[in-house]
């Protein structure tokens, strides 16, 4: 179901490289598996609301929106993962996904498929077009752990994320396709609310007060304008080091990044964005039709999309 291992790239370059052979190993470190059957085991409460995204796919900003919506405007924080912690890597930077949280529904993001996800929670479900996820994925791992030139889109997509992830046991990683296919299969059940980033993008107030009203809050208009304004890309870019990644740098410097690096999860608008090749886009199609399409019904993502238009509360 997954692109077989590559042997050669596109050009004359023989994947992986060694800059990529450095970064997987890396990967294989970030998360502790000594912490997965905790991760799987954590048991929400009946009121929480879990943010879930494939990661790149919007879950800084409606993790931003959802707080600023409980609170009316907090932002006495180090970093957003301290008021939503991120499941899978709370216990490995000191955060007890079981403390009591600053304010009512809790908070929790995560990206895991639907199958190993916590049950028994409310859950926002985001949705991006794999491509753009996935170049934004590249662009964040790249200001991190590697310089572009070092490792290409295209050699970081097809080596990464489109190759068999490690044994469930020991990895949290969910392939783009899966995430998908497992979540959209819930899309109608009644503790579930499905967003579209680039909707959210196109119409954030709309977005807003459908995720205020299914937190149970209270339709206050000056705390929904708050929120918006508040998880805006201007607002965190400049609040950037509340919206940097800096408790999981810190916690995982052991495992090498670049001295200047950026991890940063909110880049200008204008930021670079590299473009697929012709080769990577067919592969992501070739899931999509293969793993996609039977669950949903949707040729591309595109048509998912268009017929699934973000209608005012």
């Not at 996800?117 to 949705?127: D, S």
């Not at 752990?145 to 970081?156: C, G, H, L, Q, T």
């Not at 508040?230 to 609040?239: F, G, K, N, V």
């Amino acid at each position: 179901m997954r692109l077989e291992t590559k042997e050669q790239s596109p050009g004359t370059e023989v994947w992986p490289t060694p800059s990529m052979k450095r970064f997987l190993e890396i990967l294989k470190k970030l998360y502790d598996p000594e912490n997965y059957d905790k991760i799987l085991a954590y048991q929400p409460q009946q009121s929480e609301v879990f943010i879930a995204t494939f990661g790149k796919s919007g879950t800084t900003l409606i993790s931003q929106m959802c707080h600023q919506l409980r609170t009316g405007g907090h932002m006495d924080f180090q970093e957003i993962s301290e008021m939503v912690p991120f499941l899978e890597l709370a216990y490995d930077v000191g955060i007890d996904p079981n403390r009591e949280q600053i304010a009512e529904p809790r908070l929790t993001k995560t990206h895991l498929d639907h199958d190993r996800c916590p049950k028994g929670a409310r859950y926002i479900v985001v949705l991006r077009d794999p491509a753009m996820a996935l170049v934004s994925y590249y662009n964040f791992k790249a200001g991190w752990f590697f310089r572009p030139e070092e490792i290409s889109v295209d050699e970081y997509v097809q080596t990464v994320h489109l190759k068999e992830p490690e044994p469930a046991t020991q990895s949290c990683f969910c392939p783009v396709h899966k995430f998908f296919e497992s979540w959209w299969h819930h899309r109608n059940d009644p503790d579930y609310l499905f967003l579209f980033y680039e909707h959210i993008l196109a119409d954030p107030e709309t977005a807003a007060r459908k995720v205020n009203k299914f937190m149970g809050l209270d339709d206050d208009e000056e705390r929904i304008q708050n929120a918006v304004r508040m998880s805006s890309r201007e607002y965190m870019l400049e609040h950037g080091d509340q919206f940097d990644e800096g408790l999981t740098r810190k916690a995982k410097a052991h495992l090498g990044s670049l001295p200047n690096g950026n991890s940063s999860k909110v880049l200008p608008k204008n930021f670079p964005k590299p473009k697929l090749s012709a080769e990577t886009l067919a592969e992501l199609d070739r899931l999509w039709k293969l793993i996609v399409q039977p669950t949903a019904g949707y040729a591309t993502y595109d048509d998912m999309l268009k017929d699934n238009p973000m209608c005012p509360s």
